[in-house]
């Protein structure tokens, strides 16, 4: 057998080995494509149930036999649940406070992650690894005792007692910290030589550049504030200070006893839209704010 004729069953060979490289990246990208397809429509379906449970009426709702599509399209649903449950009323009083709580959260977190990231001062570490370890308590325990203190302070049926009990959080200034850690502490040094006082160089230097670690945080905040329930349900139950999270729990129930179904899916349905759209536009900067505290730069 001439060189030639072994170079050509080598090139021969390379392409049967190619080929089957091939077909094998082909096989698995379709077998990650269709269980990502599958885990996505899992996702995604009771989104799609409650849209189109939303728009259906109360007999087609509760036929036993459901149907996959409303027979009849009633959007009068969403202005009955707007009305009837007084989402205004209820959209105002959560955005007060999911503002007012974000603002002050941020200046305490910046400033508790500047102080644990570059300033020197005895136990420093012992106060941060005490912060670290009261994550570990159960958040029902926080419940229990952040309600009897406010009940002391007189503080039910307030403002106050939905913003100031969760102003601070351990996490948010762990997050931050990490970050900040990641800027050259020569920066720091340097300003400090030509006289620039530290809330000016945490103003001009460190808060720019952890500007999508503060993005992440401050989104993180407002749906936590959008979100919460147990908290609100306990020291907020009139007319006034209601959010939308428990203001919905007994509205569309009549005097009998009997939930009308499709209207409260439309009023979750509006109540949703908001974190929806939040988690499509602003995704980027959460990944990318949570990422770039977690390597080491």
Do not use: C
């Not at 509760?62 to 202005?79: E, G, K």
Request: proline share 4%; hydrophobic share 50%.
């Amino acid at each position: 057998m001439t060189n030639k004729d072994n170079v050509t069953m080598h090139e021969k060979n390379m392409q049967q080995v190619s080929a089957k490289q091939k077909v094998g990246k082909t096989v698995v990208l379709v077998a990650v494509y269709v269980f990502l397809l599958l885990m996505a429509l899992i996702v995604l379906f009771p989104f799609y149930w409650m849209i189109i449970s939303s728009m259906k009426t109360l007999d087609e709702y509760r036929m036993s036999v459901p149907t996959f599509w409303p027979r009849q399209i009633m959007l009068s649903n969403y202005v009955e649940a707007f009305t009837a449950a007084g989402l205004g009323r209820l959209f105002l009083n959560t955005m007060y406070v999911g503002i007012i709580s974000t603002l002050l959260s941020l200046v305490i977190t910046v400033l508790s992650a500047f102080a644990f990231a570059r300033l020197e001062f005895k136990g420093k570490d012992m106060m941060f690894a005490a912060l670290l370890a009261t994550m570990m308590i159960p958040g029902e325990l926080f419940t229990i005792t952040n309600y009897n203190t406010v009940t002391q302070l007189g503080w039910m049926n307030t403002y106050t007692v939905l913003i100031v009990p969760f102003l601070v959080s351990v996490f948010y200034i762990y997050l931050l910290r990490q970050n900040f850690m990641q800027i050259p502490n020569e920066l720091y040094l340097a300003a400090k030589v030509d006289g620039t006082s530290d809330i000016k160089y945490l103003w001009k230097v460190m808060v720019p550049l952890s500007l999508p670690t503060l993005i992440s945080i401050t989104i993180l905040k407002m749906m936590g504030s959008w979100n919460s329930y147990i908290w609100p349900r306990l020291v907020a139950n009139d007319e006034a200070h209601r959010m939308v999270t428990n203001g919905l729990r007994n509205a569309f129930t009549d005097t009998t006893g009997d939930v009308n179904y499709p209207v409260q899916m439309a009023a979750v349905a509006i109540v949703s839209a908001p974190l929806f759209l939040v988690f499509i536009f602003l995704r980027k900067y959460i990944m990318a704010g949570v990422s770039r505290s977690g390597i080491k730069g």
